[in-house]
């Protein structure tokens, strides 16, 4: 960054500048507020919902991979939200959080 270049602002210009950042901001807020309450109402139509539904499956029907994530998880399918635990893990999952904290501290002691 070339110094030469930079001149520090007034107090002044920096309050007018902030100013002027403020007010775009609650501008960009209002729009995307507004945005939001346009697509809300527009999904509660059932026939809206319908047909981003049958347009997200036939994304993911053509290979697109984003769209199958997308309905894999909306149906309670992601491989990392569904644990299951049977037969000797179930039991060893059990042993494990039964045992209170100072047994182990102590057959870490009798180790040593």
Same mark, same amino acid.
């Given at each position: 960054? @070339?110094? #030469? !270049? *930079?001149?520090?602002?007034? $107090? =002044?210009?920096?309050?007018? !500048?902030? $100013?002027?950042?403020? /007010?775009?901001?609650?501008?960009?807020?209002?729009?995307?507020?507004?945005?939001?309450?346009?697509?809300?109402?527009?999904? #509660?139509?059932? =026939?809206?919902?319908?047909?981003?539904?049958?347009? *997200?499956? @036939?994304?993911? /029907?053509?290979? !697109?991979?984003?769209?199958?994530? /997308?309905?894999?998880?909306? /149906?309670?399918?992601?491989?990392? =939200?569904?644990?299951?635990?049977?037969?000797?893990?179930?039991?060893?999952? *059990?042993?494990?959080? #039964?045992?209170?904290?100072?047994?182990? !501290?102590?057959?870490?002691?009798? =180790?040593?």
């Amino acid at each position: 960054m @070339n110094n #030469d !270049n *930079l001149r520090a602002l007034s $107090r =002044d210009e920096a309050v007018k !500048n902030g $100013r002027k950042g403020g /007010i775009a901001s609650g501008k960009a807020r209002r729009e995307r507020k507004a945005l939001k309450e346009q697509l809300l109402l527009l999904l #509660d139509d059932e =026939d809206t919902q319908k047909e981003l539904c049958t347009a *997200l499956l @036939n994304q993911a /029907i053509g290979g !697109n991979t984003k769209a199958f994530e /997308i309905i894999r998880d909306t /149906i309670g399918e992601k491989p990392i =939200d569904k644990h299951e635990l049977t037969g000797e893990t179930l039991k060893q999952a *059990l042993v494990v959080f #039964d045992e209170p904290e100072s047994k182990d !501290n102590d057959k870490q002691a009798d =180790d040593v």
